[in-house]
């Protein structure tokens, strides 16, 4: 979430995007080790950024104004119809949630998430599922391409 944070101040102060502009995507609330969303909200406060809970309470989803000059947090769930110039999908690492069995759900979802960005999109994970492993392996063709070497397990 620090690297977040810090890609949110860099987007706003060199490519003068506003805050406004700017989307936090959520898979879960919590799971049974981290509290995502305090976590998030606290790692906001402390780099001194702006920030609205969409998905908070029902206040807060009816209350929503798009152009307030703050960042959005919401669950990926609630995002549809949402569109920002800079999309920050949080805790990929917790998708496909465990407690989903349909797969082909969650994939939607973060098919959903990911197009919400108008032009930046970012995935942030540090943990491993099966979404993170396939982004590793797209990225890790990606660097053979560019540079002929192929990686060994």
């Known amino acids: 979430m620090r690297l977040v944070a810090r890609q949110m101040k860099k987007l706003h102060e060199e490519r003068k995007i506003p805050f406004d502009e700017m ?3 959520y898979r879960v609330k919590k799971n049974h080790k981290y ?17 609205f809970w969409i998905t908070e309470n029902d206040v807060s989803k009816r209350s929503f104004k798009k152009d307030d000059g703050k960042i ?3 669950t990926i769930d609630s995002s549809k119809g949402l ?3 800079a999309v920050f999908i949080v805790n990929v690492d917790s998708m496909p949630f465990p407690l989903q069995d349909d797969k082909e759900r969650e994939v939607s979802l973060f098919y959903i998430g990911m197009t919400r ?10 943990g491993e ?6 982004l590793d392996q797209i990225m890790d063709k990606r660097h053979q ?4 070497i192929e990686k060994i397990n």
């Open 83 to 85: 569109d920002f110039q």
């Open 35 to 51: 509290p995502f969303v305090d976590i998030i909200k606290r790692l906001l406060r402390e780099s001194d950024l702006p920030f």
């Open 129 to 134: 599922s099966e979404f993170t492993q396939y």
């Open 23 to 25: 989307l936090i995507l």
């Open 117 to 126: 960005a108008k032009e930046y999109l970012c995935l942030s994970y540090s």
């Open 72 to 74: 959005k947090i919401s």
């Open 145 to 148: 391409k560019k540079t002929g």
